[in-house]
Antibody
Framework: QVQLVQSGAEVKKPGASVKVSCKAP????????LHWVRQAPGQGLEWMGI????????TYAQKFHGRVTMTSDTSTSTVYMELSSLRSADTAVYYC????????????????WGQGTLVTVSS | DIVMTQSPDSLAVSLGERATINCKSS????????????LAWYQQKPGQPPKLLIY???TRESGVPDRFSGSGSGTDFTLTISSLQAEDVAVYYC?????????FGQGTKLEIK
């Protein structure tokens, strides 16, 4: 069945980078876009960007331009989200989520979510 | 970006009673060529990822109890829980996927009165 399995919690110092992985067994990896969404403690959901797992297009939310990089490894059905120049405001749970429409349809709801990865930024 | 605004921010309802959550978008999320509203609802319980409840504004996801229903069109939407159960305590989010910068409402916390 569809699963999105994320890497474990991370603690980083301000100014460092973090790379979170999302492994997607259970379906044809290259058929669906994957999104990244984050949630600061006690706050709402914030969309960060979308990637075509075939290694093609990616679109980032304006807020994260220049700091976020999303990549994909089709051999392991894994996508990655790297966020650089970390600050305390980046402390959050980071989720990957699958867009439910077949590529190239981008405008679809998110039908499966990873379990989340807590990233803590602290000196 | 399309701004999604939910009301109320929190809501307390007695068991077995109706709960209603509203969501308003800053511009229409109705796509005229297919007459679909690009609006979803998610439920999030503490320590869990969001769970899809409703998509296309009113289509219930498989396995979601039929006490959950979605309605509305254009810019105004509603999530209704017809008879509140204890397991429905959660935060509920609306989301638009009309634009390629997907945005969520701020969330509505639903509690038992």
């Amino acid at each position: 069945q569809v699963q999105l399995v994320q890497s474990g919690a991370e603690v980083k110092k301000p100014g460092a980078s973090v790379k979170v992985s999302c492994k997607a067994p259970g379906y044809t990896f290259t058929n669906y876009y994957l999104h990244w969404v984050r949630q600061a403690p006690g706050q709402g959901l914030e969309w960060m960007g979308i990637i075509n797992p075939s290694g093609g297009s990616r679109t980032y939310a304006q807020k994260f331009h220049g700091r976020v990089t999303m990549t994909s490894d089709t051999s392991t059905s894994t996508v990655y989200m790297e966020l650089s120049s970390l600050r305390s405001a980046d402390t959050a749970v980071y989720y990957c989520a699958r867009g439910s429409g077949y590529i190239p349809a981008t405008r679809y709801y998110f039908d499966y979510w990873g379990q989340g990865t807590l990233v803590t930024v602290s000196s | 970006d399309i701004v999604m605004t939910q009301s109320p921010d929190s809501l307390a309802v007695s068991l077995g009673e109706r709960a209603t959550i509203n969501c308003k978008s800053s511009q229409s999320v109705l796509y005229s060529s297919n007459d679909k509203n690009y609006l979803a609802w998610y439920q999030q319980k503490p320590g869990q990822p969001p769970k899809l409840l409703i998509y296309w504004a009113s289509t219930r996801e498989s396995g979601v109890p039929d006490r959950f229903s979605g309605s509305g069109s254009g810019t105004d939407f509603t999530l209704t829980i017809s008879s509140l159960q204890a397991e429905d305590v959660a935060v509920y989010y609306c989301q638009q996927y009309y634009s390629n910068t997907y945005t969520f409402g701020q969330g509505t916390k639903l509690e038992i009165k």
